[in-house]
């Protein structure tokens, strides 16, 4: 049975080195590595040290250091007070209000450590590098016998490169359990990414409860069957489905926001929309019927837009989303989006009509129809203090002011130039979308969407190549999508996330030109550990061995790939 650490993240997925008393005989092995480190030798042993607390140190913080003290006593087998005061031998934390949102600063010695920050993350990531200098055994949940819990001695000094570090998964495609997407969070916080993009709505699945339309659940969160390779005709035979209710989805807020993750929840609208259709026939062009998606690819029912009765629906699952999510930023979608009904719907062409709408810079009528719906949705949100993120899609035709746009086709040389007229989020498919082998070795690879992007791929993305210099200033981060089409178990949801999100939050938060590919690799040791001690499923391609737990298997020889290769073309 695979172990669960119900423990904050913080204190459960950070990469470790295994420590000694004298800090320069190790590696340190933080990821992602931090802006300044200076290791003076020696160490500070946490085993039975008092956490000090500060008077100015908010409910929060002292409530995320009681736990990190709560555990340490379980794996440690210590005594760790949690005691006031800004002073004696343990360590404190103390309010630094020069330092930014998510810096922080760890000063070192053997016998005192001081721990600064100006806001809950920064404690927060302050924390998990404080993990991250401990042996795996930190991370597991009983005691850990003949382990010693010491920290090199030193000084570090810690900020993001980016603000936005995300992470999207696709609930949509296949469904995964509230206790799923915790692991999640929970590794996503060992690596410091603060924004979980949930995709909840698809074609092939819709995964909220709205109290409003409740055939949105009961009709639409189920399908009958599930394409299983490239042939649309291969199909599993059992039905797949499953919702979360807002109970659980406000849950899974609370439980990211303890481990300084904010949740934005995606509605994918117009299109990607057939499971909705499936529930509410009358909200497309046709009047269906419609049924929920088995196989993959873009469809092309989409919401009718020409009906004031789609806004309606739209406007009402919003405002139950804004009230189970706080998050500043809605997705709205907006990708993949056929004009194929709308173009022969007499209702969207009257609407285009009224709004005189034609071709015209390049882009058709129906375009322009999308950037009405954009524009509309994009005001609503506004008026209840949201903004809104969409695909790069939405850039097509006009797009007001103060959107944010998620880049997917591309890197920085060959996107739309009006990309940097917006605040963006940088996610090009080349680097970023993590559904793809791991290996060259597909025949022993679990069955995906195609192409190759290993752990060194993700690890060698740079968001400002191509990128005007008045551009890089309107980059908000980075984020890696994780598609499910053909990711039906919680293992290989795993397995595709691990190790790849470690190469990802150097790409977030190490300063431009910094990242070291020799010294992650040798980090990365570190994380395989912590994985284990987690109970997750990784992919182990990195030391040699490739295909999921019940099938892997040593990886070929360089001589043996390539005659593989060889044979394939």
């Not at 907006?334 to 209702?347: I, L, S």
Request: glycine content about 8%.
């Amino acid at each position: 049975m695979r172990r669960r650490f119900v423990v904050l993240a913080f204190l459960v997925g950070m990469a470790v080195a295994s420590c000694s008393r004298d800090a320069q005989s190790l590696p340190f092995s933080v990821i992602p590595q931090p802006s300044e480190v200076t290791l003076v030798g020696g160490g500070y042993d946490l085993k039975s040290s008092d956490l000090i607390l500060s008077d100015n140190l908010d409910e929060k913080v002292k409530s995320a250091i009681a736990e990190f003290a709560e555990h340490l006593q379980t794996v440690a087998g210590g005594r760790n007070r949690v005691i006031s005061g800004e002073d004696g031998r343990g360590v404190v934390f103390l309010v630094d209000p020069s330092l930014g949102n998510e810096a922080y600063r760890l000063d070192i010695t053997k016998n005192k450590a001081i721990v600064a920050a100006n806001s809950y993350n920064g404690f927060i990531y302050a924390l998990q590098t404080i993990g991250q200098m401990l042996p795996a055994e930190f991370y597991g949940r009983e005691r850990a016998s003949g382990v010693d819990f010491v920290i090199p001695c030193g000084t570090i000094k810690d900020a993001p490169r980016f603000s936005y570090r995300g992470v999207l998964i696709d609930v949509g495609r296949h469904f995964y359990s509230v206790d799923e997407i915790k692991r999640c969070l929970d590794i996503m916080s060992v690596y410091k990414e603060n924004v979980f993009h949930w995709h909840l709505t698809e074609d092939q699945g819709w995964r909220m409860e709205i109290k409003k339309y409740p055939l949105l659940t009961e009709l639409g969160s189920l399908r009958h069957g599930t394409q299983i390779d490239f042939d649309r005709t291969h199909l599993r035979p059992e039905d797949h489905g499953g919702f979360y209710t807002q109970d659980e989805m406000r849950d899974v807020v609370a439980y990211a926001a303890k481990r300084g993750i904010t949740v934005i929840p995606e509605l994918d609208l117009p299109g990607h929309m057939l499971s909705a259709l499936a529930a509410y026939p009358e909200l497309g062009c046709t009047g269906g019927p419609y049924e929920v998606a088995n196989t993959w690819g873009v469809k092309k029912d989409v919401l009718c837009v020409g009906k004031e009765e789609t806004f309606t629906f739209l406007e009402d699952v919003l405002t139950e989303m804004m009230d189970i999510f706080p998050s500043k930023y809605i997705n709205i979608g907006g990708d993949e989006v056929p004009k194929d009904r709308w173009n022969a719907c007499p209702r969207c062409r009257a609407k285009m009509k009224e709004l005189g709408l034609y071709d015209h810079d390049g882009h058709t009528a129906a375009q322009y129809l999308q950037n009405y719906v954009t524009a509309r949705i994009q005001k609503f949100l506004n008026d209840h203090g949201r903004r809104i993120i969409g695909w790069e899609e939405i850039l097509e035709g006009d797009l007001a002011e103060g959107a944010t746009v998620m880049t997917w086709k591309g890197t920085g040389e060959n996107v739309d130039s009006r990309l940097w007229n917006y605040d963006c989020i940088m996610s090009p498919r080349g680097y970023m979308y993590i559904d793809r082998y791991q290996s060259h070795e597909q025949d022993r690879e679990p069955f995906s969407i195609g192409a190759y992007l290993p752990v060194e791929n993700v690890y060698g993305y740079e968001p400002y190549d191509g990128v005007p210099e008045y551009g890089k200033k309107r980059i908000l981060g980075v984020q890696a999508n994780l598609w499910t089409e053909y990711v039906n178990t919680p293992e290989y949801l795993e397995y595709m996330l691990l190790p790849r999100l470690a190469a990802l939050s150097e790409v977030q938060w190490v300063q431009e030109g910094h990242k070291d590919w020799e010294r992650f690799r040798k980090a990365l040791d570190h994380s395989a550990a912590i994985y284990d001690e987690m109970g997750l499923t990784y992919c182990k391609y990195a030391w040699g061995i490739v295909g999921l737990p019940e099938n892997a298997q040593p990886a070929r020889t360089p001589e043996e790939l390539q005659k593989y290769l060889d044979s394939r073309n």
